[in-house]
């Protein structure tokens, strides 16, 4: 009996066992086992003992849109310190953008806007031209954080922005009279952190904020605790 042939539960038991060089040479003997070896099912285990693959420690699939082999070898490189030298976007000026990505969307952060790209589902390659770009700020974006509904940006005019995702709306937040340095944001509750020495609290349902909390030095980092019983702010030489 061919390898090929076995029950497909019997299949993955034998590969459980294999380590990533084993996979990728046994990927190789025909068309069939090449397909049936690439599915993420077969590289989740070793997903899991590698950084930055995507899969998380209760092993929800942070990036389902990309192929687990792939995440595993760019892993793999990573440790290895071996790369190849691309450059997907380029920009006349000298820029230190802030980005995220979210499924398949790059967010990019570009002077006084945030670009949207999408990423080619045939090759992973991001697409040249953005499908959607976010204004508003008078200044460079400092920081930017996303949830399932809205994108808020905070910039060095002082002010933050909030934008929907779903719908051609944008709410401001005025109160920062220097560059906001940090935001975070869950279930509501934005958390922004400036240059002025002062954190400050607000909802997506006003424009003033909630409650301001002075500092002894700019605020460099802000982080809402998942059970939002806690705030952390973090300064040049002290997080609390």
Request: with cysteine; charged share 25%.
């Amino acid at each position: 009996m061919l390898l090929s042939q076995l029950p497909e539960d019997v299949l993955y038991h034998i590969l459980s066992h294999l380590d990533y060089k084993s996979l990728s040479r046994l990927s190789q003997v025909c068309k069939t086992i090449y397909h049936f070896v690439n599915r993420d099912v077969v590289w989740r285990k070793i997903a899991k003992e590698f950084l930055n693959t995507g899969i998380t420690r209760n092993g929800t699939d942070i990036y389902p849109s990309i192929p687990l082999k792939e995440r595993v070898k760019i892993a793999q490189n990573w440790y290895d310190g071996v790369c190849k030298r691309a450059i997907p976007l380029k920009w006349k000026t000298k820029l230190l953008p802030w980005l995220q990505l979210d499924g398949n969307v790059l967010f990019l952060s570009h002077a006084a806007d945030i670009r949207a790209y999408r990423l080619r589902p045939d090759s992973g390659r991001l697409q040249r031209n953005p499908f959607e770009i976010y204004s508003g700020h008078k200044g460079d974006v400092c920081r930017f954080v996303l949830t399932d509904s809205h994108l808020i940006s905070g910039g060095s005019d002082g002010r933050i922005l909030v934008h929907s995702r779903r719908r051609d709306k944008t709410l401001e937040l005025s109160g920062h009279n220097q560059e906001v340095n940090c935001l975070d944001s869950k279930n509501g509750l934005i958390v922004s952190g400036s240059r002025d020495q002062t954190t400050r609290i607000w909802s997506l349902t006003s424009s003033c904020p909630r409650d301001t909390i002075p500092m002894y030095d700019r605020v460099w980092s802000v982080a809402i605790s998942p059970t939002l019983s806690a705030l952390h702010m973090g300064f040049c030489h002290t997080f609390f």
